[in-house]
T-cell receptor
Framework: GAVVSQHPSRVICKSGTSVKIECRSLDFQATTMFWYRQFPKQSLMLMATSNEGSKATYEQGVEKDKFLINHASLTLSTLTVTSAHPEDSSFYICSARARTGLNYGYTFGSGTRLTVV | DAKTTQPNSMESNEEEPVHLPCNHS???????IHWYRQLPSQGPEYVIH???SNVNNRMASLAIAEDRKSSTLILHRATLRDAAVYYC???????????FGTGTSLTVIP
């Protein structure tokens, strides 16, 4: 089945630094990937839709200059949290849309726990 | 986007069937109904999806009301490993974004 690998699984960074999170589709090509953020005991919140070779589409209220998304190939999308602050500490999850037979499914990565100190 | 409503939490005894309801009264004709589940500190895992007809797979069954305004995820025999938050999500056509609701936290009692 379709597998999405997310790296790193955990990262601790100092306030003011930038952190890059990678999302790879291992056995399929993903023209569209999605990035979510999840705070403790809350649901997933869609941040942006990442399309290969074009600019990402951000959800309302998500700062595109703070959360830089690059989808340069059909198997890799990256999310860079720039000038991170403690309030950016969260669980970040990516997902990719994969074709399975006649249907499309959504496969999620295992998430990245970001802690900003 | 059409919204879904689920109970915040449910409990089930181990090895008994579980029926997880979801209301989606504003569903449109092209909206697919998806169910995912999430274990703590993990990404969501696909469970099942459907459009109009009931669906079965090795994990669960999906019963969709005739008017499509509600659906029920059925776990035939709950195990401790089924304890998770279950999300019912609508997506329009294929390839559209998922907007997660609050989900149902399922507790399985040994």
């Amino acid at each position: 089945g379709a597998v999405v690998s997310q790296h790193p699984s955990r990262v601790i960074c100092k306030s003011g630094t930038s952190v890059k999170i990678e999302c790879r589709s291992l056995d399929f090509q993903a023209t569209t990937m999605f990035w979510y953020r999840q705070f403790p005991k809350q649901s997933l919140m869609l941040m942006a839709t990442s399309n290969e070779g074009s600019k990402a589409t951000y959800e309302q209220g998500v700062e595109k200059d703070k959360f830089l998304i690059n989808h340069a190939s059909l198997t890799l999308s990256t999310l860079t949290v720039t000038s991170a602050h403690p309030e950016d500490s969260s669980f970040y999850i990516c997902s990719a849309r994969a074709r399975t037979g006649l249907n499309y499914g959504y496969t999620f990565g295992s998430g990245t726990r970001l802690t900003v100190v | 986007d059409a919204k879904t409503t689920q109970p915040n939490s449910m409990e089930s005894n181990e090895e008994e069937p579980v029926h997880l309801p979801c209301n989606h009264s504003t569903i449109s004709g092209t909206d697919y109904i998806h169910w995912y589940r999430q274990l703590p500190s993990q990404g969501p895992e696909y469970v099942i999806h459907g459009l109009t007809s009931n669906v079965n797979n090795r994990m669960a069954s999906l019963a969709i009301a005739e008017d499509r305004k509600s659906s029920t995820l059925i776990l035939h025999r709950a195990t401790l490993r089924d304890a998770a938050v279950y999300y019912c999500i609508l997506s329009r056509g294929t390839g559209n974004q998922f907007y997660f609701g609050t989900g149902t936290s399922l507790t399985v009692i040994p």
